[in-house]
């Protein structure tokens, strides 16, 4: 059954930021400031320009190759099976461990919004909970799925505009941030190069909710158009966002402050909202936090299943996981895949290992991407070859800035699942 053309530029652009505010905000900034320190600002400028390469990269093949499934799709089509299969497989891993990061991250907030500081059964079980709920919802169908998304991403922009409007001033004034307009150390917030670009892979994971637009190929109106733009105002609107929101984190709790607040409740913006000092800052921050992360859990599912069901067609998963349920639209098998697969990694219960290990394979999956992008027809080009040139580069040495046994699990679970394929099509 054909999946339903239902969403616009408006819920395109929803749905892409859905995907991204949230975890990067809320969890990924202070993991990175932990290891550049202050060069997080350097570090997020860096992953943002990287970002747009591959995000002008994942538009020009959604806009010649509007169907579902993402650089999967564009592997086959326009690299190999072998390397369509890597992406795609990749793509699962990566925001699969995007999603339980999310789940997690916003169970730490949850528990402090209720004043329990999390312990690690009820983050876990919390967390698992939400997982299941939003797993169900999003096998009800797509169109609900964007209204519930369009209201989770209007309710936390909002409170973002006046966490920044509150948190700017203090933050200029503030002792911290003096060192920063210094040049030199101050910039780099004391990290080497390693340190700098293992935050910058760190980050650049922050970014990606732009590629969940290009999966939506089969249910954007007019994918040539929509996709592209869409993408462009996402990057955007982001990239303002998260430099103001680190400015301020900065300027209030300084970067050592800030790390270890994400090491020890998963919920860091909590701790800068406190230390602004307004009565219901933190309220409304942890509000923010619950809804920003519930819309990333809710977008990832929908991503990760168009995937799986573009997997399933062509027989890289079981077939019964390409079915379309008639009545709502959604490939409910898929759905419940991989909600399935990000409950196991929930029980994991570290927002770091699950952003690390979410770094290295989505630097993969847009490693692929560029390559693709690099093959594309002449006249289905819209951007410059350097671009996706720039793109691929960067991917693969970023993709082995991350901790070693990081790097070195995600490397054997690629090869493994692709000498499983090798036996299962030879």
Not at 95 to 103: E, G, L, Q, R, V
Not at 297 to 311: D, E, P, T, Y
Not at 346 to 357: E, I, K, N, P, Q
């Amino acid at each position: 059954m054909a999946m339903k053309r239902e969403v616009g530029l408006p819920g395109a652009v929803a749905m892409g930021l859905g995907s991204i505010i949230g975890t990067g905000l809320f969890v990924s900034l202070g993991i990175a400031a932990g290891v550049a320190g202050s060069g997080i600002l350097i570090a997020l400028a860096l992953a943002a320009l990287l970002a747009l390469a591959n995000g002008l990269s994942s538009a020009q093949l959604a806009a010649a190759h509007p169907v579902s499934g993402g650089t999967y799709e564009y592997g086959y089509r326009v690299l190999s099976p072998s390397l369509g299969f890597v992406a795609g497989t990749a793509f699962l891993l990566a925001k699969s461990a995007s999603a339980a990061t999310a789940a997690l991250g916003l169970t730490g907030y949850f528990l402090l919004l209720l004043g329990a500081p999390p312990n690690r059964v009820t983050l876990i079980g919390v967390a698992a909970g939400a997982t299941l709920l939003l797993t169900l919802l999003v096998a009800s169908g797509v169109r609900r799925s964007n209204r519930a998304n369009i209201v989770v991403v209007a309710a936390t922009l909002s409170l973002f505009g006046l966490f920044l409007a509150l948190g700017i001033p203090q933050a200029l004034g503030s002792d911290q941030l003096p060192r920063l307009g210094r040049g030199g150390p101050g910039w780099l917030g004391g990290a080497d190069g390693y340190g700098l670009l293992h935050a910058v892979a760190l980050l650049f994971v922050a970014f990606t909710g732009y590629g969940r637009i290009a999966t939506l190929g089969e249910e954007v109106r007019s994918p040539a158009v929509t996709i592209p733009r869409a993408i462009w105002i996402t990057l955007v609107t982001v990239t303002l966002l998260y430099l103001g929101v680190a400015f301020v984190a900065l300027g209030t709790l300084g970067a050592e402050e800030f790390a270890r607040a994400t090491v020890e409740t998963a919920a860091p913006l909590q701790e800068v909202a406190r230390a602004l000092g307004v009565r219901s800052l933190p309220a409304l921050m942890g509000i923010a936090a619950v809804t920003a992360m519930l819309g990333v859990l809710l977008n990832l599912l929908l991503g990760l299943s168009r995937v799986a069901l573009a997997m399933a067609r062509r027989s890289d998963l079981p077939g019964r996981f390409a079915a379309v349920d008639a009545n709502t639209g959604s490939p409910t098998a898929a759905v419940f895949l991989v909600g399935a697969v990000i409950f196991l990694l929930v029980l994991l219960g570290d927002v770091r290992t699950t952003w690390s290990f979410a770094a290295f394979t989505v630097l993969i999956y847009y490693g692929i991407t560029n390559l693709a992008a690099l093959r594309l027809p002449v006249p289905n080009r819209r951007y410059p070859r350097w671009v996706a040139v720039v793109g691929l580069l960067g991917c693969v040495l970023l993709a082995f800035q991350v901790e070693p046994e990081v790097w070195a699990s995600g490397t054997g679970f690629l090869l493994g699942a692709l000498a499983l394929r090798a036996v299962v099509h030879p």
